[in-house]
């Protein structure tokens, strides 16, 4: 190279360098680097940054101070310069090897010769990594704060004084049916329907005039053409130097107020069938009197019931017993325009007003219809059911004067119906009102029976087909209502089982039978079972199987001691809740056997699985057994199907020695039944026992 022209460019460098002086206290990084990259020029900044002496820095190049792998852009920007001749305005990344991270704005230019050549570039940096970190924070924050604002359980938007959006969220797009983009700059009344629009923007204009929160409800009918309910707060907000504008959150209350009316609908309608429940049947008969008060009007309170609902839902399941309550309730709608009002009252019970009543035998007639439309065979599950209906009707003013006592009355004539073999209407009378008075006094006096020891147990043998002796007795609770005498099992049981009374009532029966047990077995008595008699309620007790096993064994009575039976339709209804129990209660000692066998729906499925011991004839087959071939055959039927499951047969009800001989002759194991002897108090049962050994 010509010596001139080094010395041309030695001056040139050496001017870029004379910098120094100038730019070693400003607070920017200055420097000047050749074609290599080395470093020409420094000023102190670049020294401090780097961590080195001038001395140092100088003929070095980058990769000597900071991570260029990290960051290639910071060579790139230079080859920038060198290469195109351009100048380059950049922000640059820098990693220093100490690991400190920098961020700088800078501004690189090429230094040329006199022929235009670049030779090397000269560059200023600014530190922005603070600003830049406070950059990054507010642009998370604003990510972050849109994030929120677009997931937010509201929508959330902003307008200007005009109305016009100036910021929505997602849910705001998603109500209008349009993305953000289409829905900023316009208002309500260019995105809804103008009796839509007009409510919303003058709740706005209010706000914006009165420079007040307002907060009121709201409906917003979007593009799916649903209302929905919205609870809105609207505020002002004021710029600087800007008109007022508006911030507005409406939270969707349309569940809720679907929710507050199905509630309302809850607390006057039946669920089940969706008629009135009493609530609502009461609020319309109470303003019906008024109106037949005023002007001088009878009208009629009917109350239906289904007979023998409870054994229907039992042995068919609650599903079809579901069905047919519904079914009924349809056809009782039927009937509107004759009825001022129609209500399930709870269970298989209706109730229903005739108002405007001309007579009592219009009424009459028209339940008459009612029951008649009824017992058309109902089609469940493939099935014909067959129902009947016992009704009681009280008549305003005759029978009361108020909407408690006429439903009162109307319920003692449904009852009277149903005691007198069910299946027909009656009209209260005095005499029912007294026979109601009469039961509640049953009911009382019969709340406080087991605390005055006035129940006692009954013993009726079990007598052995092969050889005549007793193997056994059935105990049959006795109520001695005081001053009363005996009352007919008949008479009250249902009604215990009613009142919630059996499972206290029958665990005492159970430790009363142990006791008796344990009394016999003190007096050198042979050891004979006793079997008692398990009600629907204490099978379904948690607590029965514990309770039955500390009788046992405060009694000493030892397996196969304590029987138990139950009826087939009781077992039928929670198949395998009662299969558990039953399994569990022969585990511990506890014999058993199905009582009435034949009578019901049983699954032959259900019934081999069932831990029983002994099945019991219902006597309904053991009437005429000597005497008609059919029920002869049944018995026969049953008798061999159980012995063929393991099992003992127990015929109950035998009252001759006719039925005995044709019951031996099938090969009954065991006779029960007045022929033999009838229940016997438990001083009476000790003498047979001793008659009989």
Sequence with gaps: MPQSKVQDDAVLLHQAMNLRALVDHVGAYFYAKDLEGKYLFANQAVCDIFGAPLEDVIGATDHRFVDTGKHAGLLVNDRRVFEDGVEVHEEEEINLLSGECRVFWSIKVPVRDGGGRVIGLCGIST???????????LIERNVMLSTVLSNIDASVYLKDSEGRFLYVNQRVADLYGRPPEEILGRTDADLLAP??????????????????????????????????????????????????????????????????????????TDPLTGLANRVQFEEELDLELRVAERHQMQLAVVLLDIDQFKYINNSLGQDIGDQLLRAVAGRLRAYGDELGGLARLSGDEFVLFVPRLASAEGVAHLIERIRTGLAEPFELQGRPLHLTVSAGISVYPDDAHNCAALLNHAEAAMYYSKERGRDQARFYSRAMGEAVALRLELERDLRGA?????????????????????????????????????????????LAEQLGLLVQIGMWVVEEACRQMAAWRAQGLPQLPVAVNLSPSQLASPALVEQVAQAMARHGIAADGLEMEVTESMMMEDPEQAIAILHTLRRQGVKLSIDDFGTGYSSMAYLKRLPVDTLKLDRQFVTYVASDTRDADICAGMIALAHKLGLSVVAEGVETEEQRAALAARECDLFQGYFFSRPLPADQATSFIRDRS
């Excluded at 809105?232 to 959150?249: A, V």
């Excluded at 006692?456 to 001695?480: C, M, T």
């Design 127 to 137: 530190d922005i990594t603070q600003r830049r970190r406070a950059a990054d924070h």
């Design 195 to 268: 009796e839509v629009a007009t409510r919303l923007m003058q709740m706005d204009r209010t706000v914006l005039a009165s420079k007040t929160r307002q907060a009121r409800e709201e409906v917003v009918v979007g593009p799916d053409n649903v209302p929905h309910h919205f609870w809105s707060i609207k505020l002002p907000l004021q710029f600087p130097g800007q008109p007022t504008c508006l911030i507005g959150f409406s939270s969707e209350i349309t569940e809720l107020m679907e929710l507050r009316q199905s509630l309302a609908r809850q607390r006057v």
């Design 450 to 494: 087991l605390a005055a020891g006035e129940f006692e147990l009954h013993y009726q043998p079990k007598i052995r087909s092969s050889d005549g002796k007793v193997a056994g007795f059935e105990a049959l609770l006795r109520w001695n209502r005081g001053g009363r005498g005996l009352v007919s099992p008949a008479h009250f049981i249902a």
